[in-house]
């Protein structure tokens, strides 16, 4: 019996008004983009402490900067895979509806999502050290590095780095939902880092159906109700009963999964 046959999730999301999703970097891996701590991922190549903290950018912007610019010319020849697009329709047919991502790729904007929080930030924006401001940036390559405000001033990117607090709207709005949602959706996170790796403990603690997709087990997978390993891109579509492809509804009627979602 493969996941969908076992699964309760569609039951459960027909009757449930409240959902969230929380993905994590093996939801892009699919598209090419590189995992964090998998076998090939980019803290087992790279230090942390060389690129992605503050101090860091202080100690050697350019060597900062030549990394991000690397990333982001590796992520525009990316596109959205199935499973973003699983989430992207679950959005549109969920009452109530938040995804909170750790991911900084953009690739589920990409696939239509709307209703989200970016927890660690964007690396197509850039943030203006004096000015504090942040503007879109796609220019690949980047035609300076490091890049500069009109002002003058060092830009960074608009992420979140190691030992620096989340964006507060976007902590406040994750937490929340968390709190009153009825189905908590994780997929492909290590659910280590903090605070992301809380928000399906605590919608669990309170009543919510959690189902983890992830291609291994992780500290998540005891206290979620449901657990498949696999590809994202594979199962969550069949999960919601979509055709992987392009997650199109295979014979799931637009009424299922109850009408056009809200904020949760
Ligand atoms: N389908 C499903 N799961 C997958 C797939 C896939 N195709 N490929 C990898 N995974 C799983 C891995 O098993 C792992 O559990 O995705 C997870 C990726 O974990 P990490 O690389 O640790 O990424 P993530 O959980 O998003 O990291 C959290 O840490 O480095 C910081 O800020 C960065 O947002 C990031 C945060």
Same mark, same amino acid.
Request: charged residues 20%.
């Given at each position: 019996m493969n996941a969908s046959e076992t699964s309760r999730l569609r039951e459960r999301l027909n009757r449930a008004p409240r959902v969230a999703v929380l993905t994590g970097a093996g939801v892009s891996a699919e598209s090419g983009v590189p995992t #964090?701590? *998998? $076998? !090939? *991922?980019l803290w087992r190549r790279y230090r942390a402490e060389d690129l992605a903290t503050p101090e860091a950018f202080r100690r050697d912007p350019r060597l900062v900067w030549e990394w991000y610019d690397w990333r982001r010319q590796l992520i525009a020849r990316c596109q959205p895979n199935s499973a973003h697009h699983a989430v992207a329709f679950l959005e549109r047919h969920a009452r109530e509806f938040l995804l909170i991502t750790q991911n900084v790729d953009g690739l589920h904007r990409l696939a239509g999502s709307l209703r989200m929080v970016e927890l660690h930030g964007n690396l197509w924006r850039v943030r203006c050290l004096e000015e504090g401001k942040t503007t879109e940036n796609l220019a690949v390559p980047l035609p300076a590095i490091p890049p500069r405000c009109d002002c003058g001033a060092l830009l960074r990117p608009d992420v979140v780095w190691f030992g620096e607090g989340l964006p507060p709207a976007a902590l406040r709005e994750a937490f929340d939902c968390a709190e009153r949602c009825d189905v908590f959706l994780v997929v492909g996170t290590s659910a280590v880092v903090q605070p992301a790796a809380s928000l399906p403990v605590i919608a669990r603690r309170r009543g919510a159906y959690v189902v983890e997709v992830n291609l291994e087990p992780t500290p998540l997978t005891p206290l979620a109700h449901e657990s498949h390993q696999g590809k994202a891109a594979e199962i969550l579509p069949a999960l919601l009963g979509l055709? /992987? $492809? #392009? *997650? !199109? +509804?295979? *014979?799931? +009627?637009? /009424?299922t999964l109850a009408g056009p979602g809200r904020p949760c």
């Open positions: #964090f701590r *998998g $076998a !090939d *991922g055709d /992987s $492809a #392009f *997650g !199109d +509804p295979l *014979g799931v +009627p637009h /009424s």
